[in-house]
Nanobody
Framework: QVQLVESGGGLVQPGGSLRLSCAAS????????MGWYRQAPGKERELVAV???????KYADSVKGRFTISRDNAKNTVYLQMNSLKPEDTAVYYC????????????????WGQGTLVTVSS
């Protein structure tokens, strides 16, 4: 079964750092775009950052200069380094994969991870 598995969430104080990881399961050859979205209580899911296979990135204005997205194409894994965290960063963070190609070069549907909770509080 093709899926995304996230790790790295937790509780951190304001100003602290966390690193999220998301790995695609076996059976995937490559993924065009991987990224992170988040959903805070009572709010809609929003884009945090995305990165392409070529390394092009896009960030939400609210995280620019504080968060860094990166990926390991060989492992189909994406990371989100979050620094200078603020209480308003508190949310469930979801990993996303678009342009998912399996080992037979068949395009698979968009994938979402199960979500990992990040809580920024003193």
């Amino acid at each position: 079964q093709v899926q995304l598995v996230e790790s790295g969430g937790g509780l951190v104080q304001p100003g602290g750092s966390l690193r999220l990881s998301c790995a695609a399961s076996a059976g995937i050859r490559t993924i065009d775009t991987m990224g992170w979205y988040r959903q805070a209580p009572g709010k809609e899911r929003e884009l945090v950052a995305v990165v392409t296979t070529a390394g092009s990135t896009k960030y939400a204005d609210s995280v620019k200069g504080r968060f860094t997205i990166s990926r390991d194409n060989a492992k189909n894994t994406v990371y989100l380094q979050m620094n200078s965290l603020k209480p308003e960063d508190t949310a469930v963070y979801y990993c996303n994969a678009e342009g998912v190609w399996d080992l037979t070069w068949m395009r698979r549907p968009e994938l979402w991870g199960q979500g990992t909770l990040v809580t920024v509080s003193s």
